[in-house]
Nanobody, 127 residues
Framework: QVQLVESGGGLVQPGDSLRLSCAAS????????MGWFRQGPGKEREFVSV????????YYADSVKGRFTISRDNGENTVYLQMNSLKPEDTAVYYC????????????????????WGQGTQVTVSS
């Protein structure tokens, strides 16, 4: 059972930056996806970004495009989410997720595309 542990959340002001990390407990070979989702107060969990591990293709939600960057460290089994120009509407619990494999027919912008989830890390953007 793969475990995912997020870190890096916190309280910041609008315009600030944060970098979230998600470390996987074991290395997986082959193709798979690792994504970030978030869930704000009273909202459903929504897609933020995904990286396809083998070829580093990345995708973003329109709301974060140009401000957030997803990346990975293969040796550390870690995925990062660099968040710049943070806005109050970015306030949410951020979750890391991982799929067992990769299927081009799977929509990795939905929670159904993932098999493992972290416990979440709180990001609060407020002045």
């Amino acid at each position: 059972q793969v475990q995912l542990v997020e870190s890096g959340g916190g309280l910041v002001q609008p315009g600030d930056s944060l970098r979230l990390s998600c470390a996987a407990s074991e290395r997986t070979f082959g193709r798979y996806a690792m994504g970030w989702f978030r869930q704000g107060p009273g909202k459903e969990r929504e897609f933020v970004s995904v990286i396809i591990w083998s070829d580093e293709r990345t995708y973003y939600a329109d709301s974060v495009k140009g401000r957030f960057t997803i990346s990975r460290d293969n040796g550390e089994n870690t995925v990062y989410l660099q968040m710049n120009s943070l806005k109050p509407e970015d306030t949410a619990v951020y979750y890391c997720a991982k799929s067992r494999g990769y299927n081009p027919r799977t929509n990795y912008r939905t929670t159904a595309g993932y098999d493992y989830w972290g416990q979440g890390t709180q990001v609060t953007v407020s002045s």
